[in-house]
């Protein structure tokens, strides 16, 4: 009797074993930067990110020759696929909530910076202006599955495809059973359930003036999605310029943020929103947030002040040398 009850036992332990989930990583570099996939389920799971991933660089890239964006942007006009009208589509809409300090059509400057090629140079005043003439995202017309462009202007997603590419790859997860899973797209973080073991993810928020991390961020079913000008930028005599444009001015932001973390369950909202929130400023981005509840905010100024906003409080701590910093916390009164 005892003998069967152990066998009985034993049994069991073993299939539940079998069934749990095994831990898959994969790093991939892809749309300039490194992606690291972590999923609990088939080895296939990896595959089909990769699968989305490459699917969506060959479609929106801007510098590889025959991507749909860059088809565009050599050409003023081009045929779009479904998903990238969808993407330009939710792209446009958030240049408009945030006034255009998100502008899809600000690439003509961030080209003659050099932050596409990495030959960087500060344009002169003159060459500034005129380029800024031709950003304007309201000037992007689609429709029919075709996107048109007025002359010289040009389209990037680049401040919005990561977030996008968290969306695409939760999703497949999601529909293909994974209960946990983890994306890091450079900067651009989802975290699919929480993890095998029931507690939720850390996600940790880079500190702007140093290399480690500033917080942590307990994420379960959300993007975290972090801008900052210490992503890529370069010095000239003494001066520091970084890669977030301001549409208006042409010039690196200088609204005095040093970065921005949006928390919520849409990464391409979040994706926009950071880098656009990091043009705007601490107000501005204070009364974009109380006009809405879907998203929350880590905002770091660049006199070093942590701000987070109230959904964010019983799930975000300082770590390392911020540990003793006071945290100031926005509410929505
Ligand atoms: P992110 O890392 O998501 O903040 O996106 C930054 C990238 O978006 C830059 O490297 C540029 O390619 C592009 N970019 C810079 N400034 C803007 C802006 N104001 N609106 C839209 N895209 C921008
Ligand atoms: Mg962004």
Known sequence: MKRTLFLILTLALLL?????????????????????????????????????????????????????????????????????????????????????????????????WGFTTGEYRVPGEDEIAGLLERVDYNAVALGDGEARLPEGAMVDLGAVAKGYLDDAIAGLWREEGVKSG?????????????????????????????????????????????????????????????????????????????????VGQEGLLCDGLSTALFVMGLDAATELWRGRTDFDLVLVTSGGEVYITDGLESVFSLSGSYKDKEVKVIRRG
């Open 16 to 112: 539940a074993s079998c069934a749990a989930p095994v831990k898959r990583t994969d790093t991939v570099f892809a749309m300039d930067t490194v992606m690291e996939l972590t999923v609990y389920g088939d080895e296939a799971l990896l595959e089909d990110a990769r699968d989305v991933i490459t699917d969506m660089e060959s479609r929106l890239s801007v510098t590889l020759e025959g991507s749909e964006i860059n088809a565009l942007n050599s050409h003023g006009s081009a045929a779009l696929s479904p998903d990238t009208v969808k993407l330009l589509e939710g792209a446009l809409e958030l240049c408009a909530l945030t006034g255009g300090a998100l502008d899809i059509t600000v690439y003509p400057l961030v080209r003659a």
């Open 182 to 262: 983890l994306l890091n797209l450079g900067g651009s973080v989802y975290a699919l359930g929480g993890k095998p073991d029931g507690s939720a993810w850390r996600v940790g928020v880079r500190d702007p003036f140093g290399s480690g991390y500033l917080g942590v961020i307990e994420a379960r079913d959300v993007a975290v999605v972090t801008s900052g000008g210490y992503e890529r930028y370069f010095e000239q005599d003494g001066r520091t310029y970084w890669h977030i444009l301001d549409p208006k001015t042409g010039f690196p932001a200088d609204s005095g943020l040093s970065s921005v973390t949006v």
